[in-house]
């Protein structure tokens, strides 16, 4: 019996594997920091034999209520990923396996790995009105990597869709491989329709060098995107400086930066509240948005959620909060489950690749709607 974490986004610790019945294992933290919660790992063993696993010590992890009532995905292929039935209790995540064959993977979501990133980037490029743009390279020398989708115009809006700051919440690049691929479907109206009348700029993944490493929220020295945006620095952010940067250039008039949650059953967005400019028009328009996804998809709920900002006391250095200050614009955060949405359950696959894909295919249908009041 082996377990493996040495591939793309691959992170674990083996405490102890001396028989399939007790699997003992722990998840390394975020590099220079203390977070631990994304897992992934491949066994190799008897296929047709029972294995039984125990995470140990997530009391300390970062979100320790992220594992109640949380089941681990698994794949044979890493191409279909489902849900294993797992128990917490408090301390300790347990799951019980008998693997169909010798080589199985599991992670915390369903991985989206910089290869397929980078097959993203390239399909998308062949589409005649996208361009493929390299603003900076990350600590580890990565790329950061933009797409510009529509050619700009006077009286054209522009909108920004950002993924991944924290590189473990995958659903968040297949939320916006859904969106991009329905936005360069040249038979969908909706799509042909916002490139005539918008440029859309998409950074599908803020974070590689968190992705390729298996970090969950930081970046290859330990910062957190998501609270670099008052002042980022080559040094530290170089993906916020540059992406900061290009959306100085060009101004934003709609901003949508996807995440995951890994404790609330739900998908939902939040808006920009405790912002200082924050005033009627901004509240109109969050409704207007709202309700045009709500129509659209029972995917979304207006229900559940973060609690929201009183006025005044929003964080700056937060993406959403940043942008919808600075630009004075139309600026969500969209959070979407590392479990289940519980209001459309799937006890097979839970919140999924595929069902991401499709909230981001539909997202794309409420930003038309909205395009008007901008």
Known sequence: ??????????????????????????????????????????????????????????????????????????????????????????DNLRFSVIPEASSMYFAYFAPYSYERHQDLLHEAQTHYACKLETLGATIDGNDISLLTIGEPAEGKKNIWVIGRQHPGETMAEWFIEGLLMRLLDETNTVGKALIDNAVIRIVPNMNPDGSIRGHLRHNAVGANLNREWQTPTVERSPEVFYVRERMLETGVDMFLDIHGDEAIPYNFVAGSEGIPSYDEDFAALEAHFKQALLTITPEFQDEHGYPKSAPGTANLTVGSNWVAEQFKCLSYTVEMPFKDHNDQPDDVYGWSPERSAGFGRDMLAAVWATLPKL
């Open 1 to 90: 019996m082996k377990i493996f974490s040495n591939f793309d986004s691959g992170n674990i610790q083996v405490v102890s594997a001396d028989s399939p019945a007790n699997i003992q294992l722990s998840i390394p933290a975020d590099n220079n920091t203390e977070t631990a919660q994304w897992f992934h790992f491949r066994l190799e063993s008897d296929s047709q034999e029972l294995h039984q696993f125990t995470l140990l010590n997530l009391a300390k992890s970062a979100y320790p209520e992220g594992w109640q009532d949380y089941d681990v995905v698994a794949s044979y292929d890493r191409n279909e990923w489902f849900r294993i039935p797992s128990e917490f209790d408090g």
